[in-house]
């Protein structure tokens, strides 16, 4: 019952995929568009397919395995009065040479249960972040090629099955996601059904220095209890390059309630230019989930990335 715990995560491409034309033009007939972009050159059906195919999100994080960066972690678990009783606080730095990457741990410092006596993670939320940020030993023949790189859960078991789902709802959130009790279907923002239970709006804005478009899918006020069981995600925006339509930023929150778990998460992702890659600049999550018989885990984190390099 860990699979839950891939929707807490995640960690974050949301709206990259939907099923059909029809889907979108759907969403094109309801979005709301502000007076600006009305009166912009902005071609709305074009800029929705291509928030659809949308792949900058995804090949952002996969430039993390081909350079060098130094990262600046904090993971903290907390009680239910808010307090911590386990965390890490580190600076790590991930080398590229040789088609091969590699990580020293520079700083750290760990209080409470953290670790258990083997220096494995006591908790999921730790063990995760680690599969996206810190390098294990030596890994090798990694690109950041997109194209032909869909997850597949197949013949995949445990933490790696979950990696997996998580990666699926990361850079691909609007797909089902096979293994996921009660929600798989739940998760398309563009599709027919779903799609009535959200609004939509494009405005722009400017992110740290940028001229933006900014997309935003919102949960519908006043929903019946039916129908927000319907859903997953409540709010995701997303700032598009006005001039490149790469993704500059993203927030997005999910909450669910299934009897045998539920979740609460917010997330915030920074994105910045390193020469002619686009990169994860900030990363911080916020989350709060429940498995039967596996307790609720509370926790917050932030990764900050920095001083990128080629290997």
Same mark, same amino acid.
């Given at each position: 019952?860990?699979?839950? %715990?891939?929707?807490?995560?995640?960690?974050?491409? /949301?709206?990259? =995929?939907?099923?059909?034309?029809?889907?979108?033009?759907?969403?094109?007939?309801?979005? #709301?568009?502000?007076?600006?972009?009305?009166?912009?050159?902005?071609?709305?059906?074009?800029?929705?397919?291509?928030? !659809?195919?949308?792949?900058?999100?995804?090949?952002?994080? !996969? #430039?993390?395995?081909?350079?060098?960066?130094?990262?600046?972690?904090?993971?903290?678990?907390?009680?239910? #009065?808010?307090?911590?009783?386990?965390?890490?606080?580190?600076?790590?730095?991930?080398?590229?040479?040789?088609?091969?990457? =590699?990580?020293?741990?520079?700083? $750290?410092?760990?209080?409470?249960?953290?670790?258990?006596?083997?220096?494995?993670?006591?908790?999921?939320?730790?063990?995760?972040?680690?599969?996206?940020?810190? =390098?294990?030993?030596?890994?090798?023949? $990694? =690109?950041?090629?997109?194209?032909?790189?869909?997850?597949?859960?197949?013949?995949?078991?445990?933490?790696?099955? *979950?990696?997996?789902?998580? !990666?699926? /709802? %990361? %850079?691909?959130?609007?797909?089902?996601?096979?293994?996921?009790?009660?929600?798989?279907?739940?998760?398309?923002?563009?599709?027919?059904?779903?799609?009535?239970?959200?609004?939509?709006?494009?405005?722009?804005?400017?992110?740290? +220095?940028?001229?933006?478009?900014?997309?935003?899918?919102?949960?519908?006020?006043?929903?019946?209890?039916?129908?927000?069981?319907?859903?997953?995600?409540?709010?995701?925006?997303?700032?598009?390059?006005? !001039?490149?339509?790469?993704?500059?930023?993203? *927030?997005?929150?999910?909450?669910?309630?299934?009897?045998?778990?539920?979740?609460?998460?917010?997330?915030?992702? $920074?994105?910045?230019?390193?020469?002619?890659?686009?990169?994860?600049?900030?990363?911080?999550?916020? +989350?709060?989930?429940?498995?039967?018989?596996? +307790?609720? $885990?509370?926790?917050?984190?932030?990764?900050?990335?920095?001083?990128?390099?080629?290997?």
């Amino acid at each position: 019952m860990r699979l839950p %715990f891939i929707l807490v995560l995640s960690l974050l491409s /949301l709206i990259s =995929t939907a099923q059909d034309t029809s889907d979108v033009e759907a969403v094109r007939r309801s979005v #709301n568009l502000s007076e600006v972009i009305i009166r912009s050159d902005l071609n709305v059906p074009k800029f929705l397919r291509r928030i !659809k195919n949308d792949s900058s999100y995804h090949k952002a994080f !996969k #430039n993390l395995h081909i350079l060098g960066f130094t990262s600046l972690n904090f993971i903290q678990m907390r009680d239910k #009065n808010g307090k911590s009783k386990a965390s890490l606080q580190s600076k790590t730095r991930q080398n590229r040479a040789g088609n091969c990457r =590699t990580m020293d741990v520079l700083e $750290e410092t760990v209080t409470g249960d953290f670790y258990d006596k083997n220096r494995d993670y006591n908790y999921y939320t730790a063990q995760l972040y680690s599969s996206f940020f810190f =390098t294990k030993g030596k890994v090798c023949g $990694e =690109t950041n090629i997109v194209k032909g790189s869909q997850h597949n859960v197949g013949g995949k078991k445990g933490l790696e099955k *979950n990696k997996e789902q998580l !990666k699926m /709802l %990361f %850079f691909n959130p609007g797909t089902k996601i096979p293994g996921i009790p009660f929600i798989g279907d739940k998760l398309d923002v563009f599709d027919k059904e779903i799609s009535r239970l959200y609004d939509y709006s494009i405005d722009t804005s400017d992110l740290y +220095g940028q001229p933006c478009y900014v997309f935003k899918i919102q949960r519908k006020a006043g929903l019946s209890a039916g129908e927000r069981g319907d859903i997953v995600f409540d709010n995701i925006t997303t700032w598009f390059n006005q !001039k490149t339509l790469d993704i500059v930023g993203r *927030n997005y929150d999910l909450s669910y309630k299934a009897g045998v778990y539920d979740f609460d998460v917010h997330m915030q992702v $920074e994105m910045q230019q390193f020469g002619e890659y686009i990169v994860p600049h900030v990363l911080r999550y916020s +989350g709060n989930w429940h498995l039967l018989f596996k +307790g609720r $885990e509370r926790g917050v984190f932030t990764a900050t990335l920095f001083d990128f390099r080629k290997g």
